[in-house]
Structures are given as C-alpha cells and as structure tokens.
Nanobody, 115 residues
Framework: QVQLVESGGGLVEAGGSLTLSCAAP???????MGWYRQRPGLQREVVAK????????TYADAVRGRFTLTTDMAKSVVSLHMNNVASEDTGVYYC?????????WGQGTQVTVSS
C-alpha cells in the first residue's frame, strides 16, 4: 500500500481559498488520483478525480467551477485548489490514489469554513 502524505487543511473564512496537497512517494504506475470528502452526517463522496489513461478530470457538481485539481504525475503529487469556499465545504478531505490498480487513502485533513 502506498503511503500518502496530506497537507493544507485548516480553518478558512467563507469566500476564501485553501489548497490541499497530497504526495505519494513510491508509486509505480498511477491509474487515478484525487480527493474525496466526508461532510458531517454524510457519507464519503468524491470531490475531484484524475484518470490517467484518458487524461481526464471530473468534479462533483457541488464544487465544479470553484475547485481545481492539479497533478504532477512525475512526482505523484495531487493538489486541490479550493476557491470561494462555503460552509457546506466543511468536512474531512481524503486524498486517494490508485497505483497498479490498488487504491490507497490518506489519513484525512480537516477543512472548516467559518461563516
């Protein structure tokens, strides 16, 4: 299993910006990278994900146009740039990666949006 190192969570005011980053050293062949989140009282949901075989990025409807996913495949780093955040974005954000067909998850980083 790949060890993922997340950073960048914290407290941000509504309307502000925050960037989450995740490094995955030791990967061999990354199939997908992205971020999920679990908001209070809800199930874990996908926020944004990148699929390498077709070089595509998809976003949840709730974040499209506000969040941007960037990847550095050479370094196995995936970042989530969050703009114009809202209170509904509060939650624990999890990095995930699929390497050689096997998924791995980060430990989660808390994002709290204050209104």
């Amino acid at each position: 299993q790949v060890q993922l190192v997340e950073s960048g969570g914290g407290l941000v005011e509504a309307g502000g910006s925050l960037t989450l980053s995740c490094a995955a050293p030791g990967t061999s062949r990354v199939n997908a990278m992205g971020w999920y989140r679990q908001r209070p009282g809800l199930q874990r949901e996908v926020v944004a994900k990148y699929i390498s075989h077709d070089d595509s990025t998809t976003y949840a409807d709730a974040v499209r146009g506000r969040f941007t996913l960037t990847t550095d495949m050479a370094k196995s780093v995936v970042s989530l740039h969050m703009n114009n955040v809202a209170s509904e974005d509060t939650g624990v954000y999890y990095c995930y990666i699929v390497d050689l067909g096997k998924p791995s998850w980060g430990q989660g980083t808390q994002v709290t949006v204050s209104s």
